[in-house]
């Protein structure tokens, strides 16, 4: 299994990523991560290579033109929410900065960041926003499929209802169902 170092997430972390499919990929390339946060977008900074055993998460593929688009409708809600996060806290009178807000790629997590301690009110009120703009962006069927695929076997000849490697009619994307993975129970 190749392994990387990846950078994901806003605040930049760096992470052991393991291939999924055994893939090595150059320094620079983006790719679709699962994490313990969810579904992120890293890029790679150095491939490893002697693999270690403790990984932070898996390598699912590379990121794609359909990804790009995902990425620039979550970039707008980031933006919506950052704007009405401020707005909020002006009217609210509450003196915290945020930071930034990060919209995983699944869809369905939104992080605010501030700077300092974070007061209870403020707290509330950013999982007021975060619940508001991640039913606004209605990526919960893409991002299902992301994860499970279109069903057992998916990706593979053997799988039901046509699916192969190209994908299938069942996929909201040709090329999704081959490299969506089950989700770890």
């Not at 209870?120 to 962006?137: G, I, K, R, S």
Request: net charge negative; charged share 20%.
């Amino acid at each position: 299994m190749a392994q990387h170092l990846i950078l994901v997430g806003a605040l930049g972390h760096v992470g052991r990523f393991a291939s999924s499919d055994a893939t090595r990929y150059p320094r620079g390339t983006r790719v679709v991560c699962r994490t313990t946060r969810g579904l992120e977008i890293g890029r790679v900074l150095s491939p490893e290579e002697s693999g270690s055993v403790s990984v932070d998460g898996s390598i699912l593929r590379r990121v794609g033109i359909e990804d790009d688009l995902i990425l620039a409708r979550l970039q707008q809600s980031q933006t919506e929410a950052y704007e009405a996060c401020v707005e909020l806290l002006a009217a609210r009178g509450q003196d915290v900065v945020l930071m930034d807000v990060e919209h995983l790629f699944d869809g369905q997590s939104l992080y605010f960041y501030f700077l300092g301690k974070v007061p209870p009110e403020v707290e509330a009120l950013t999982e007021e926003l975060a619940q508001t703009y991640a039913a606004q962006v209605r990526f919960e069927q893409f991002s299902e499929l992301l994860t499970h695929g279109c069903g057992p076997g998916c990706g593979t000849e053997e799988a039901s209802g046509g699916c192969q490697e190209n994908g299938c009619s069942t996929c909201a994307m040709r090329g999704a169902c081959q490299t969506a993975t089950p989700a770890p129970t």
